[in-house]
Each structure stands twice: as C-alpha cells, then as structure tokens.
C-alpha cells in the first residue's frame, strides 16, 4: 500500500450565496487523504461534510483556498474535465442509494462502464463486479425489487465499476438498519484492503466511525480533529485512538 | 416495449442497444400515461397536417387540371410581348414550325394554336359581344373539355369555313339554333370593320352557365380572314407531367428564337395561380400551427420529465455522464416518441387521406347547386386529395421534426442542471 497523496486541502473556504445571505459552509479546511485510507468525516448537521465531499467530488468548486484532487487542481478545471476526472477515478455512493430506477442492478453498474467507452464486454464485466461483491443473484433486479441494503451494495459496485482511485460515499447507511450496515462496511473493508480503493464518508453513523481508520470531525466548517485509529472488528467494536 | 427484455440477461451484446438508449426508452415507460397522451397529441397532429396537406396538394392538382384542361394549356408559346401587352392582336412568326418543334419536344402530349378576337355577334335585333376563338378543330377538343360535349349538332370540321360552335346559354341568348347564321362584325388590322356570316354548327355545353355564355370557337382560318392578321396568336401545350414544367419552359425557351416567349398557367391566369397560391400558404399556416402545438405539448411534457428526474440527471453527472451525452439521451426520448406518434400518425392520417383522395368531398351543397366556373375554368365540385407513398415520409418527418425540436431545450435544461445542487436540494 502506498502512501500517495490522492487529495491535499489548504485553507479551503467555500461560501453559498442563499439571496442577501452568505453562508459559510467550509472556513479554511486543511487536510490531506492518502491513498489507501478509509476515513469518516463526522460532524454535527450544517458542519459542512457533504460540502466537502462535493467539492473533492469535482461536483462544485471551493470559493477560496487550493483543492488538489488526484493532481488536479478542481477549482481551474473545466466542466467536462470535471465530469471526466469524476467518471475515470472517482466514485461516489449516496446516502438515498441513487440507482436509475428503470435500469437493473447489472445496467446500473454497464452505465458507468459504458459512459468510460467500454463496449461489449461491459456486460460481462458489470456482471463479474456484482458477483464478486455477491450481487450476483440481484443482476437482472431493479432497484425497487431490492431492499435498502441490497441497493447501496449495488450503488457500491457501480461506484468501485470504473476501477476508481477514491470512493465518495455521503452518509451512506443513514438509511440502512445494522445488519445491511454492517455487510455493506464489510464490503467497502474489503474493497479497501484488496484493491486498495480510498474511502472518505461523511457520517452520522457511529458504526461507520467504528470501521475507518481515519476520523475527521468538522464543527462550523472547521476541521475540530483528525484522528487515526485502528478499525474495529466487524462487529462495530470501537478501537484505541491516536489524535493528531 | 419491455425494458427488462431490452437488457435482461446480459445476451448478445451486438444485438442490445446500449444502456443510454435503454435508459431513454425505459425512462418513456415510467410516466407510460403521459408517454401515450404525448404520442396520442404527436399522432393526431400529424394526422390532420397529412390529411390537410394530401386534401390541398390534391386541390391544387385538380385546380392546375382545370386550368390546363379550361384551354389555357400547361403552358404557351406566345409572341414576345405578350406577356407585357396582353394583347389579342399579336401573332407568332412561322407558327406551324414551332407547333411542330413543340409537338418533337419530350413532355409534350398535345398542342393546338389560338387566333383571338372581340366581336360582336346578331341574330336578327338580338347582339352579344363575346370573344370570338379562332382554333385548330382537330386539335383543339382533345386540350380543351369546354367544348367535348356537344349535346346538339357537333364541333367544328377541319377545313369547313364559315361555321362556328357556341355555347347553348350564348345561344339561348341569341334566340339561335343549330344551321341558324349569325352575323359577325370585328375591328380589322387597319381599324376597318369587317364582317361575316357563320353558320351554327354545334351548340357546347359545359355545366355552367357563366362559361357557355363565353364559348364561340371558329376555325383559325376564319379569324385571320376576319382579322387581317394571319397566324396563330399562341401555341397552347399540355404536358404529361405538371411537375416539370419549369424544365419544359427552359428546355423550349432555349430552342425558340427571341421573338418568342414560353409561359406558363400561372401566368396566363394569375388569378387562378394566386388562389392555388394563397390556399397552400394556409395550408402551410395551419400546418405550421398544428406543429407549433405539438411542440409545445412534447415540450411541455419533456420538460415535467426532466424537472422531474433533477435528481437522476445530478447522479448521471457525478458518475461522469457528460453533457453531450444528457442531450443524446433526451434527444433519444424524443426521436422514440416521434416514431411512434408518426407511426400512429400513419395509421390515422392514411385512411381519411385515401378516403379524400378517392371519394372526394362534394362541395355541390356548399355552393348551393351554382356552377364552380371561375375565370374562364371549370372546377369540378366534387374536390379530391393526393395520396401516395410520399405521406409516409412526410408523416415521419413531422412529428420528428416537432419532437427533436421540442427536445432541444428540456435537453439544454437537464444539461444544465448542478449536480450539487441538485443533490443538496433533494437532501
């Protein structure tokens, strides 16, 4: 495992502009995600998580400050860089699952494969990516005739399909109950470890905490802690923590 | 269509369409009761432009047939000033030559001279002016219906001088009948009047009233006597296909001499070209209007669909779909829509086309039992369509045009929408 910087943050602000009103979702954020880790970004509603998820996502773009992401600086880029950076080495899974409704699980994950200009072996390849995160039997389902659970994994493959550097993944079992959460951490565990994917969440979930190695907690779009610990057992149990 | 069969299974990859086309056909179904109202406003749209543009392109055929068929031909050759002057006293140069490069040239099925005159016509203490028709007997009945039905007496003989057909309300008029000699006086060359007797040898009638009051055919050679002006005035030509005219025109005018010029129906009779005129800029108007509703309604609905899938599309996007993409797949869903309004369009717009174009629509009662002779042109009251293989491309081409078009800015809307705002909206 290598120790490559996918994403370096100095003194990132990033400012909404709602009428008369500006409000200050992110003041001047540094950090740094390597290659490799599984990080939680914790924080109370409104610090500014899913804003910082977004920005390292290439979705928007920070009002101040230098955002690096993948040795891209997002803020100079152009929209179809952007679109382009996100389709071939980022992936993003979202807290209401998010598949298209009216594709099933295996067109799900042949879209992303298809928007990177794969062709015919898209669909054997979206089917060998479910199978190996044991979705296999839910290929031909769409989403409303899967559960919660059995959705977010599949919103996993499809976000893991492109063969990504880093996984986005905005509150992401907010909407699971413990069981689906548990096998759906274990699956990103597993994708962490064997092909060394980069997770960041962003969380409420005490349970996701429990499974990252990293925890940046964000309080007013301040980074209040960035602490490094050894993940727990599957079970959730937490584990000793170093602060930096 | 059946969107699991569309991708179910994984089969033959070269047989499925690629998951962006299933996306936009399947995204159709999800909303399938306004999917077939928008095909249902497509189809009956389309339908009433094929109706209306097969019922006018037939009315102006018929029109054009009248025309040609009323003895103003498919086109003339006339002297050059003509055209300018309009005047009766004019004559070509070398006549029988031309008749004869006319008749040689390819798209010419029939051609008859013309000699006219005004003149004033007495039976007894009863007069009438008319203009008097100097024509070629044995020609001039296969180009002109005004005179094929003879009820009384017959048409004029080649070579038999000094006899004359009128038409039966002229002759009513006159208090005539056939064998009866009329007295004939008009204006010589050198302003001196001269006069003949001729005698009734066929009385015409056309239907209608207005036009058998008008018709006095003589031989030609009757008119250049009475006249002084030897020669045929013009060379009337139909021809086999309507369509080419323009071509035979430039073909004819480039073997005529200068002293010559080729005209069209539309010229001879401009009132009747600006009727045919003003009936296809309505047609195109209303057409045009019928189009612009359809546009609005697909639009409309396109656009409820995109506002709809906000959150779809803001996904799309933070998986990497470009925006070139977006539009490809909104494009994709109006060109299925098209297609399938333009088939409907087909199965309602060909019946009511076939049914005008072979039955007709009398417009006997409309006009109340009078006569639809309008300048010098018999009309037949019973108006029928065009119809043909071209109503199906046209079907498609409208209601494609319409859906592509009403697609662009739904297309345009979706692709702009912020993935992050979208997303943090729906949170």
């Not at chain 2, 001879?268 to 800029?281: H, R, Y």
Request: overall charge neutral.
């Amino acid at each position: 495992m290598t120790n490559e910087t996918l994403v370096k943050a100095e003194d990132v602000t990033k400012v909404y502009n709602t009428g008369k009103i500006e409000v200050h979702a992110l003041t001047g954020v540094t950090l740094e995600v390597h290659q490799g880790d599984l990080m939680a970004i914790v924080g109370p509603s409104g610090s500014g998580k899913t804003t910082f998820l977004n920005l390292v996502g290439a979705l928007d773009i920070a009002t101040g400050g230098q955002l690096t992401v993948l040795g891209n600086d997002v803020s100079t880029m152009s929209k179809r860089r952007r679109a382009d950076l996100r389709l071939h080495a980022l992936g993003f899974v979202f807290q209401a699952y998010n598949l298209v409704p009216v594709l099933t699980a295996r067109e799900n994950v042949e879209f992303v494969l298809e928007l990177q200009g794969i062709g015919g072996e898209r669909a054997w390849r979206a089917t060998e990516i479910l199978d190996q995160l044991g979705l296999g039997e839910f290929a031909d389902r769409r989403p409303n005739e899967m559960s919660g659970g059995q959705q977010q994994r599949v919103a996993v493959a499809r976000a893991v399909a492109s063969k990504p550097q880093l996984v986005l993944a905005d509150e992401p079992t907010a909407n699971l109950d413990g069981e689906n959460a548990e096998i759906l951490l274990s699956m990103m565990r597993r994708l962490n470890r064997e092909q060394n994917i980069t997770f960041i969440f962003s969380t409420h979930d005490p349970r996701v905490v429990a499974h990252a190695r990293r925890v940046v907690t964000l309080v007013d779009g301040r980074v209040a802690k960035d602490q490094t610990k050894t993940p727990g057992p599957l079970s959730g149990a937490p584990a000793e923590s170093e602060e930096k | 269509m059946d969107c699991g069969s569309l991708g179910a299974g994984g089969g033959n990859a070269r047989m499925r369409p690629s998951i962006s086309t299933r996306y936009a056909i399947c995204s159709l179904r999800r909303h399938l009761r306004r999917t077939i109202l928008a095909i249902l406003g497509i189809g009956l749209g389309s339908a009433v432009c094929l109706f209306m543009i097969a019922f006018v392109r037939g009315e102006g055929k018929m029109m054009l047939k009248a025309a040609a068929e009323s003895g103003a031909g498919h086109l003339r050759v006339v002297p050059a000033q003509w055209p300018k002057t309009r005047e009766n006293d004019l004559r070509l140069g070398d006549w029988e030559k031309i008749r004869d490069l006319m008749r040689d040239t390819e798209g010419v099925t029939a051609v008859t001279p013309h000699a006219r005159t005004e003149g004033l016509l007495a039976f007894g203490t009863r007069v009438a002016g008319v203009e008097i028709l100097g024509v070629d007997p044995v020609t001039e009945q296969k180009t002109n219906r005004l005179v094929r039905n003879i009820p009384e007496g017959h048409y004029l003989r080649a070579g038999a001088l000094g006899t004359t057909v009128i038409g039966r309300a002229l002759a009513e008029r006159l208090d005539v009948e056939i064998d009866d000699l009329l007295m004939i006086t008009v204006a010589k060359a050198d302003g001196e009047m001269s006069g003949a007797m001729l005698r009734i040898v066929g009385l015409a009638q056309t239907g209608s009233e207005e036009l058998d009051s008008g018709i006095c055919h003589v031989n030609l050679e009757d008119v250049e006597s009475l006249t002084g002006r030897a020669g045929a005035a013009d060379l009337t030509a139909m021809v086999a296909n309507p369509k080419r005219l323009g071509h035979l025109v430039r073909n004819l005018g480039e073997k005529l001499s200068d002293d010559c010029a080729v005209v069209t129906w539309e010229e001879i009779m401009p009132e009747l070209a600006s009727g045919v005129k003003v009936d296809e800029t309505w047609t195109r108007l209303t057409v045009g209007i019928v189009m612009i509703v359809i546009f609005l309604g697909i639009m409309s609905a396109q656009l409820a669909a995109v506002l709809e899938r906000r959150r779809e599309f803001a996904v799309l996007s933070a998986v990497g779909m470009r925006g070139g993409r977006l539009i490809r797949v909104m494009l994709a869903e109006g060109i299925v829509l098209g297609l399938f309004g333009s088939v409907l369009g087909l199965v309602l717009g060909l019946p009511a086309a076939y049914y005008v174009a072979t039955k007709g629509i009398d417009f006997t009662k409309m006009y109340g039992g009078a006569d639809l002779a309008v300048s010098n042109v018999l009309f037949d009251p019973v108006f029928k369509g065009d119809f043909g293989w071209w109503l199906i491309p046209l079907a498609f081409e409208l209601a494609l045009t319409a859906t592509i078009l009403s697609s662009l800015y739904p297309a345009w809307f979706a692709m702009r929408t912020d993935p992050a705002t979208a997303l943090r909206a729906e949170q």
